[in-house]
């Protein structure tokens, strides 16, 4: 199967988030949302517990999802330790992939070769080669890149200098998503909700 990897924050999980998932959805077979613990981007920042996010995410993704569909939630970063930097949770994914999909109803499909990608939005690209490890990550997953309406990213050139720095080993998809403008920092900040899924904003008033 096609297994997209979508890692972040989610504090919350607003409208760009479940803008991401759909349109990574009709490139790959099933998207594991994976919230993170200690953040690799977000050292410093001030951010709601990692199991509060957690099952934060869980609920907006079952309400909107399904409990059997084919958005999944992975708690994997909680059993890494240190940094949660994208490779680490890449290959951790990668190791209980069969097990994870076979308890949650995949059946045979669970055991079969799989290709993985790594959902990110068009603006990573000119910082990617400066991440921790990147060639450990196209190492084990091609990148799926959202593009946004209006986005200033110059993608295909970006592509091409990823190319000549990585070799073949660059694999950059692209998928379309809609222009939704929401930033979970400015949410919080501000505590203007109207870019957040009614069920996150349920769970805030709740918890």
């Not at 981007?41 to 909107?64: C, M, Q, S, W």
């Not at 993985?116 to 060639?135: H, N, Q």
């Not at 091609?142 to 295909?156: F, H, M, S, Y």
């Not at 070799?167 to 692209?174: C, L, W």
Request: proline content about 5%; overall charge positive.
């Amino acid at each position: 199967m096609k297994i997209g990897l979508f890692g972040g924050s989610f504090d919350p999980v607003h409208n760009g988030h479940i803008s991401m998932i759909k349109g990574a959805l009709k490139k790959t077979d099933v998207v594991i949302v994976i919230p993170s613990v200690r953040n690799s981007f977000k050292r410093g920042r001030i951010l709601n517990a990692a199991p509060y996010r957690y099952y934060e995410t869980l609920h907006v993704v079952e309400d909107i999802f399904g409990k059997q569909g084919n958005v999944l939630v992975s708690d994997i970063e909680f059993f890494i330790d240190g940094i949660s930097y994208t490779v680490t949770t890449i290959e951790k994914i990668r190791q209980i992939i069969p097990a994870f999909l076979k308890d949650r109803g995949f059946g045979k499909k669970a055991s079969e070769p799989h290709e993985f990608y790594w959902i990110c939005g068009s603006d990573i690209l000119p910082t990617f080669d400066k991440w921790y490890r990147p060639e450990g990550i196209l190492e084990q997953a091609a990148l799926l890149v959202a593009q946004r309406p209006g986005n200033p990213t110059d993608i295909k050139g970006e592509k091409a200098r990823l190319k000549g720095i990585f070799g073949e080993n660059a694999k950059i998809k692209i998928f379309e998503i809609d222009g939704v403008e929401a930033s979970s920092s400015d949410i919080r900040s501000r505590r203007e909700f109207e870019n957040i899924p009614k069920s996150a904003l349920d769970f805030i008033k709740t918890h």
